[in-house]
């Protein structure tokens, strides 16, 4: 057990303000790995003054300066990339080939991505006859979740920094560590005090403290629909610029022409990855009356195959939360053809990979996220009657079509209300723009549109 006392605050590891720690569980053994501290308001107030008063250099330094030291800390993070995978698997509960390709893989791709774009995207344009200069927001304040941790901070991070900002990050409370390596590698890459600052603690003290700042230009947060509500609804009041990663409830809408096979088994392992705790998963199924009874056949074997190769749960928390929808299932009348609430494992916050069947639409787990390795099947009668269900939930983050011709899913696809769609297992693009239509959230990450957010324009006319 390791107790870190430090916040990386102006360029340097700070005490806390208060006494008070979180511990950091590994959710396959239930032991206790690390405690860290649980800043206050405090200490919150320091980071955002020290990000506000590193931010004039850090706007000031050139796109190209800028990108050389992202390239910097995308080599750190490569350098570091075993230790990134072990503490997400201690930390997470992930399994170590997921940590390594996904959790450490992706934010590299992403870092990686911003530095070229710092590099070569056009700060400064012309209109008829006006200049239009794209600027930095400012300070940025970060909240992130523990579903995929360090590509959460990267997200938000590497743009911002492209843009110029400066930032504060206030990790999620089960997974503290990797963000903790994160801030070691800003600092060994060289970027200057200040710009970057990282305050453990809990949500409603310190992620709180972090919306209400008045130092705090643009507030980010990830997470679920009920928080990024609230603390949304605190930083517009404040009229702060706001961009919110929420929950989701994506179809997987299957086609009469598909590849059933395929579709079905590459919809299970989109929703079974990462123990189901993945925002965009593909968790309802929708298939056409006549190709039912065979594509139920076909995910209860894919599902029953994973068994032991998922990690388990991130906390006892959400363990309970899930197993409450697999049990809510049961009775509002869903059939159960893999898994079940009870846990495969004395040890640790197992969930089995679960299929229900005969879903229909209004069904509570047809409608609310469960952030679990759940799948519902529902049926479909044609294709309108599929796209009223794909659409047919206050979410609208991401989503598959699959076809026998390729045309055929795309009018499809341009008529689901989702940011984005996977076109007959189309491959995870991180420098496509990633975000939600309606209640998943505002905003979009990733790429350039996911650097736009993060600059506000100043027009000079001549
Ligand atoms: P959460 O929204 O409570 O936590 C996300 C982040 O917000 C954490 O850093 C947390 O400390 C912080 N936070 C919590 N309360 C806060 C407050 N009052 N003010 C400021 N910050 C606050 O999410 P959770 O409890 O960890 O997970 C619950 C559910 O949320 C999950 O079951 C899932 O449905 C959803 N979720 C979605 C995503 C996503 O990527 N969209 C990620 C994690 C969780």
């Known amino acids: 057990m390791k107790a870190h006392d430090g916040m990386y605050i102006d360029g340097a590891w700070r005490p806390a303000a208060g006494p008070d720690v979180i511990e950091v569980v590994n959710p396959a053994d239930e032991r206790v790995i690390a405690t860290v501290p649980a800043g206050t308001v405090e200490d919150v107030d320091a980071a955002v003054r020290a990000a506000r008063a590193a931010l004039p250099g850090w706007a000031a330094t050139p796109p190209a300066e800028r990108a050389a030291r992202l390239a910097a800390l995308r080599d750190g993070l490569v350098a570091r990339r075993d230790e990134i995978a072990e503490t997400v698997t201690a930390e997470l509960g992930s399994p170590l080939k997921l940590s390594q390709t996904v959790h450490a893989g992706v934010p590299i791709a992403v870092t990686g991505s911003y530095a070229e774009l710092a590099a070569t995207y056009a700060f400064e344009e012309r209109t008829g006859n006006s200049t239009v200069f794209h600027e930095p927001v400012g300070v940025v304040g970060a909240i992130t979740p523990w579903n995929y941790p360090l590509h959460q901070i990267v997200a938000k991070t590497a743009p911002a920094l492209a843009a110029g900002c400066t930032v504060v990050v206030k990790p999620a409370e089960d997974t503290p560590l990797v963000a903790r390596l994160f801030a070691r590698a800003v600092h060994e890459a060289g970027i200057p005090a200040g710009v970057f600052n990282l305050v453990t603690g809990l949500g409603p003290v310190a992620g709180q403290a972090l919306a209400e700042h008045p130092g705090v230009d643009l507030l980010s947060f990830t997470g679920s629909t009920a928080v990024g509500r609230r603390i949304g609804a605190i930083a517009t009041g404040m009229v702060k610029k706001v961009a919110l990663e929420l929950g989701g409830k994506s179809a997987n809408v299957i086609l009469p ?113 469960i952030f679990g390795p759940v799948l519902s099947v529902l049926r479909y009668a044609d294709e309108e009657d599929a796209l ?66 993060y600059l506000q324009t100043k027009s000079l006319q001549f």
Not at 334 to 344: F, K, Q
Not at 429 to 443: D, E, H, I, T
């Open 257 to 369: 022409g598909a590849d059933l096979a395929r579709a079905v088994n590459v919809g299970v392992a989109n929703v079974m990855s990462n123990s189901g705790q993945t925002c965009s998963a593909w968790t309802r199924m929708l298939v056409h009356r006549d190709q039912y009874d065979e594509a139920v056949e076909l995910a209860a074997a894919a599902a029953a195959k994973y068994g032991d190769r998922i990690g388990p749960l991130v906390n006892a928390g959400q363990r309970e939360r899930v197993r409450g929808y697999i049990e809510k299932g049961v009775a509002e009348g869903a059939r159960l053809v893999a898994g079940g609430p009870d846990s495969p494992h004395e040890r640790g916050y197992h969930v089995s990979p679960t299929v229900f069947a005969d879903v229909t639409p209004e069904m509570t787990i047809a409608q609310e996220e």
């Open 388 to 453: 009223r269900i794909a659409n047919g939930t206050v979410y609208g983050l991401a989503g598959a079509v699959w076809a026998g011709d390729e045309a055929e899913a795309v009018a499809f696809a341009r008529r689901m209300e989702t940011g984005q769609v996977d076109i007959n297992g189309g491959r995870f693009n991180p420098l496509a723009p990633f975000g939600g239509y309606k209640q998943s959230g505002v905003g979009r990450e990733l790429g350039a549109h996911g650097l736009t957010e």
